[in-house]
């Protein structure tokens, strides 16, 4: 499968939504790479993460767009199994839309919006490019509350009661998938390390347990224990969102539970 992250506009969050794609495969124990293509790209490593390496996140200028795709059906065709997240620059960058539109690979797209009513016409422009409705998603990053969806992307589902109407009539007919606005991705960044990986630290270690470890580990360091005991915190609270996430998402299909997601799930109730 591939994902192809795209959006004629920037700022709308298209790195940090094939990231978090990369965070769902992984917790779905797939075999994966990303390839980040843009003029004007930054690789995107995080030093500290346990999956996400110099191996599985490449970044590339779009004057090497033809050897990148070159390398996708190959490798695609080399490993059946191989999933590849494609994260596409806004702008001109987007000229390479329709090189990947046309591989003779199954694909899904990923259109990301905020709740901006100005970038909604780029999503719109994107969604026409493509043209494959049944396999395009958009994902509303950052909204407030569950509850608050419909409202905080006002111009995305429009409100009778008010008199707004969809900036698009494709929005009302259209797959969408949600990710909340949430502190925790930049925590989780400020220690290069995706959401994924700040979370885990709680969904894999027993808490009893976790603080024995954290003692050994501070060898007698109070200051050292105190900032372990407060990352394990921060992951709690990190597991909970990534756990929605997990449950916002499942409409993109990306394969069975697993014993990760369960616990993922497990802690968020509890």
Do not use: W
Not at 60 to 80: Q, R, Y
Request: charged fraction near 25%; charge should be negative.
């Amino acid at each position: 499968m591939i994902f192809v992250i795209t959006s004629t506009k920037g700022g709308v969050g298209k790195s940090n939504s094939a990231v978090l794609l990369a965070c769902l495969l992984e917790v779905k124990q797939k075999n994966f790479k990303i390839v980040e293509i843009d003029n004007n790209n930054q690789s995107l490593l995080f030093k500290n993460s346990e999956f996400l390496n110099e191996e599985i996140m490449i970044s590339v200028k779009l004057d090497k767009k033809t050897e990148v795709l070159a390398d996708v059906m190959f490798n695609t065709m080399n490993d059946p199994s191989l999933d590849y997240i494609i994260d596409l620059g806004g702008g001109d960058d987007t000229k390479i839309l329709e090189s990947i539109i046309s591989l003779p690979l199954d694909k899904k797209y990923i259109i990301p919006i905020t709740a901006d009513k100005k970038y909604l016409k780029n999503a719109v422009d994107t969604f026409e490019m493509i043209n494959d409705p049944e396999n395009t998603f958009f994902i509303l990053n950052r909204y407030s509350t569950l509850q608050n969806l419909r409202q905080d992307f006002i111009y995305f589902f429009g409100d009778e009661k008010m008199g707004i109407q969809p900036v698009s009539p494709i929005f009302t007919n259209s797959k969408y998938v949600a990710i909340p606005n949430s502190q925790f991705f930049q925590i989780a960044a400020d220690e290069e390390q995706t959401i994924l990986d700040l979370a885990k630290i709680s969904m894999e270690n027993d808490e009893r347990e976790i603080h024995n470890i954290f003692f050994q580990q501070a060898n007698g360091d109070r200051q050292k224990y105190h900032q372990l005991f407060m990352m394990y915190e921060k992951s709690k609270e990190a597991a909970k969102v990534f756990a929605e996430i997990i449950e916002n998402t499942k409409p993109l299909n990306l394969g069975n539970c697993t014993e990760t997601e369960l616990k993922c799930t497990e802690n968020e109730q509890s």
